[in-house]
């Protein structure tokens, strides 16, 4: 096969897995207005907890509205705003001061956790009595009040409440002011006063509508390996057994996890509950009375992440090509200190691995130039052995051998570098750093670059997208100054290439265009470069 066909076949398979990744980050529509909690001034004591009801709560349940008997109480530490709920003791919601809800400037913070119809809120306790029963409905007495920590201040929350059975349940929070990170312990007595441990369960709903948030279903570090259960394979219910290092429920840039204590032992269940889907960890009935958790609700910026010392940052997806990805991320971070702007970062980044990659993208331009220089001959010997094909094929391979020519060397340097190029696209695609980072003109280097520019004309919303076609001329002009060999329409094949790639780039974060255009400009200096010095 000739030098053109091995590269159309190596560009179509490019093609094919950016698009085959963008397809796993489809963008949802606009998310609806967030509400707005007001602010709870809570009593320095928390009020008697009311007389308990002696028959025993639904299951599953889904929690009623809260009863005048419910007390909340508001924790502020410099990460987030939470609100607690004495009604099942549970978070109510969850905002992170740090992150917007969209791009907007005026846009609110991103609340993690919010109410909504028919979906139980997280953090609550079930276990197994005459039934699988959970404490939605038990108003917990609360000791402690508002909070508001910052640095390396630590604050503490106690909910104590008794189950329509009998049973004593215990919650104890311990937040700390400059950390994501939550600390957890759960005991639990029966009647007759033997302790056991029930299990602790995460929340959340079923149809969430985020724009750059999208929801990537259950996540689980069992047995040290990564588990990831999609949304629809959630709908039939999934259940895990053994060392559960952590699992939550993951988004595009935001992750929601329990981490054990120590997980050897436990069992993780995830399935449908109303309008939402319920995960609980359960530990063996032989463990220690007391259950050990963090809860994790925050970004996936990796050094965050590693911070808890659990693997949390293997919750991050950049796929097969993660060993490539990751030091990646590594050099933004490295370069932000000193440029502050993520567009400038990018560019660093480019230029730095084209200098890397400079000696394969080199012998592979020269070897185009050698193979094109070889035409003629190459034309003589197909009209010469026209009818001798085994003779034509020796011919030619003997002329590439006298002139020092590898057929391959066009196309071979550019398939090795295909794994940098996945790695550098999971590097911009998925990391929070990206997210509503500015540039030039672009607003959020996350999402497409039309979106900076939008207009509507009727209901229709459309944008400019400046810098894909800017990419995809540059592309052009990299294709035009390619030396070329063979057939004249594979010429024509790969000068449609910046077409296809233009398409399929207005759909692509605004990050990776600046990566390709960057790239496409260096290469039309390197190729315009040996096409002088071998004028």
């Keep these: 096969m000739e030098k053109r066909a091995f590269l159309a076949v190596a560009l179509s398979l490019l093609v094919l897995v950016l698009y085959q990744e963008w397809l796993t980050r489809q963008y949802g529509t606009a998310p609806p207005p967030v509400p707005k909690h007001e602010e709870v001034k809570s009593p320095s004591a928390a009020p008697p907890s009311p007389p308990l009801s002696t028959s025993k709560p639904e299951t599953p349940s889904v929690e009623s509205p809260l009863s005048q008997e419910a007390r909340e109480v508001r924790v502020e530490t410099d990460e987030y705003v939470a609100l607690w709920t004495?009604?099942?003791g549970r978070l109510k919601s969850l905002v992170l001061k740090d992150h917007r809800t969209s791009g907007a400037e005026n846009s609110p913070p991103y609340e993690m956790v919010r109410q909504a119809p028919g979906v139980p809120l997280p953090l609550g306790l079930q276990w197994n009595e005459a039934a699988l029963v959970n404490d939605a409905n038990v108003v917990y007495s609360i000791e402690g009040s508002d909070l508001q920590l910052s640095g390396a201040a630590t604050g503490t929350l106690t909910f104590t409440g008794r189950s329509p059975g009998g049973a004593v349940l215990t919650k104890k929070l311990t937040f700390t002011g400059a950390r994501y990170p939550?600390?957890?312990?759960?005991?639990?007595?029966?009647?007759?006063?033997?302790?056991?441990?029930p299990a602790v369960m995460l929340t959340t709903p079923k149809d969430q509508v985020q724009p750059d948030a999208h929801f990537e279903g259950l996540v689980a570090l069992v047995d040290n390996k990564i588990k990831r259960v999609p949304l629809d394979d959630l709908a039939k219910g999934v259940e895990f057994a053994g060392d559960i290092g952590w699992a939550g429920f993951g988004q595009t840039y935001f992750?929601?996890?329990?981490?054990?204590?120590?997980g050897a032992g436990h069992r993780l269940t995830a399935q449908p509950l109303g309008q939402a889907i319920a995960m609980s960890i359960a530990e063996q009935p032989q463990r220690p009375p007391t259950g050990r958790y963090t809860l994790f609700a925050g970004p996936k910026q990796i050094d965050v992440l590693q911070s808890l010392g659990k693997g949390?940052?293997?919750?991050?997806?950049?796929?097969?090509f993660a060993f490539i990805a990751i030091p990646f991320i590594y050099v933004l971070h490295f370069s932000h200190q000193?440029?502050?702007?993520y567009g400038i970062d990018i560019i660093i980044l480019t230029v730095l691995i084209k200098l890397v990659l400079a000696p394969l993208t080199h012998k592979s331009m020269v070897s185009m130039k050698q193979m094109q220089?070889?035409?003629p001959q190459m034309e003589r010997l197909k009209e010469k052995y026209k009818n001798d094909r085994e003779k034509l094929n020796k011919e030619i391979m003997e002329m590439y051998r006298r002139h020092g020519v590898n057929p391959l060397g066009g196309c071979l340097p550019m398939l090795l570098q295909f794994p940098v190029f996945i790695g550098l696209y999971n590097a911009l695609s998925t990391p929070i750093e990206l997210r509503h980072a500015s540039f030039l003109w672009i607003k959020d280097l996350s999402r497409p670059d039309?979106?900076?520019?939008?207009?509507?004309?009727?209901?229709w919303h459309f944008g400019v997208p400046v810098l894909t076609i800017l990419m995809g001329a540059s592309m052009f002009i990299q294709q035009w100054m390619t030396p070329t060999a063979g057939d004249p329409n594979q010429r024509k094949m790969m000068l449609m290439m910046p077409l296809v790639f233009t398409v399929m780039?207005?759909?692509?974060?605004?990050?990776?265009?600046i990566y390709w255009l960057v790239n496409n400009i260096l290469s039309i200096a390197q190729q315009y470069w040996i096409n002088r010095s071998d004028a």
């Excluded at 992750?255 to 120590?262: E, G, H, K, Q, R």
């Excluded at 940052?313 to 097969?320: A, K, L, Q, T, V």
């Excluded at 780039?505 to 265009?513: R, Y």
């Design 86 to 88: 004495s009604r099942g």
């Design 182 to 197: 939550i600390e957890l312990e759960v005991a639990a007595r029966r009647a007759d006063g033997t302790p056991f441990v």
């Design 255 to 262: 992750l929601m996890a329990l981490v054990s204590d120590n």
């Design 312 to 320: 949390l940052e293997r919750s991050i997806d950049f796929g097969y």
């Design 338 to 341: 000193f440029t502050g702007s």
């Design 373 to 375: 220089k070889l035409q």
């Design 450 to 459: 039309w979106e900076s520019l939008p207009f509507t004309i009727g209901s």
């Design 505 to 513: 780039f207005v759909t692509f974060p605004a990050g990776l265009t």
